[in-house]
């Protein structure tokens, strides 16, 4: 059945990595091959703990591991070369392009809210249908990353909305503590990391279980979790 607009989010702020693209892999790839040039070390547990973190942040980890280069040159390198491989193929999350088309339709503007750069962001953003993203909030154009919630304020103020208005979809524990602490509605759906139970956070094990009705109920208040045992009243 149809649903009142009112009961939608006024806006959906997605996550980009690991939430809308299966893109932490090329992440991974990335910095392997940048230790790897180096002679540095870099462990499956290094990467994981990267996940989600604003890019200098991965650049000075990656530097602390051995890579003799400043951090904001680990993140160029990385950033190229993650930039080479989305160009080869956008590794689109199971589910999202559904999601994204249903949003289209009933007219609820959805933001891509990455601590990615706009270089790479845009070229996710370009791999969607035309107009599915009205904005872009990236970590090359924020003062405070994530798990800051600049990102997800500056989002809803591009929308002219409060971020309490706004349901947020993220992957990763910083992600998630920046769009909580931005009073977004949240829904956390794990793809590298696991996504742990928080107060007022939902959670889904996959987009494909999400949809308008999902969303309108997060966008309301309550607290849905589809990865514990049965829905929580918010």
């Not at 940048?34 to 980890?61: C, P, Y």
């Not at 969607?128 to 304020?153: I, Q, R, S």
């Not at 829904?187 to 959670?203: D, F, N, W």
Request: charge should be negative.
């Amino acid at each position: 059945m149809p649903r009142e607009s009112s009961a939608l989010p006024a806006a959906v702020l997605f996550d980009m990595d690991g939430t809308l693209v299966d893109s932490e892999a090329y992440w991974m790839r990335a910095e392997h091959e940048i230790v790897v040039a180096h002679g540095a070390t870099w462990t499956h547990e290094d990467a994981l703990g990267a996940v989600g973190q604003a890019l200098l942040t991965t650049g000075g980890m990656l530097h602390d591991a051995g890579v003799p280069l400043e951090p904001a040159e680990i993140v160029t390198w990385l950033v190229a070369r993650v930039n080479e491989q989305l160009r080869e193929a956008v590794p689109w999350r199971a589910g999202v392009l559904e999601l994204l088309e249903d949003l289209r339709a009933a007219d609820v503007p959805c933001a891509i809210v990455t601590m990615s750069y706009r270089s790479q962001a845009q070229v996710v953003a370009d791999g969607a249908p035309a107009g599915t993203f009205t904005h872009l909030v990236t970590g090359d154009e924020v003062t405070h990353g994530k798990p800051h919630p600049e990102p997800y304020l500056v989002a809803a103020g591009l929308f002219g909305v409060r971020a309490e208005d706004c349901v947020a979809i993220e992957d990763s524990g910083p992600g998630i503590t920046s769009a909580l602490a931005s009073g977004a509605r949240t829904l956390g759906v794990p793809a590298e990391v696991p996504v742990p139970p928080r107060p007022g956070l939902s959670r889904a094990a996959s987009l494909k279980q999400v949809d308008l009705d999902l969303l309108g109920r997060i966008a309301s208040g309550e607290v849905v979790d589809l990865l514990g045992a049965g829905d929580l009243a918010g």
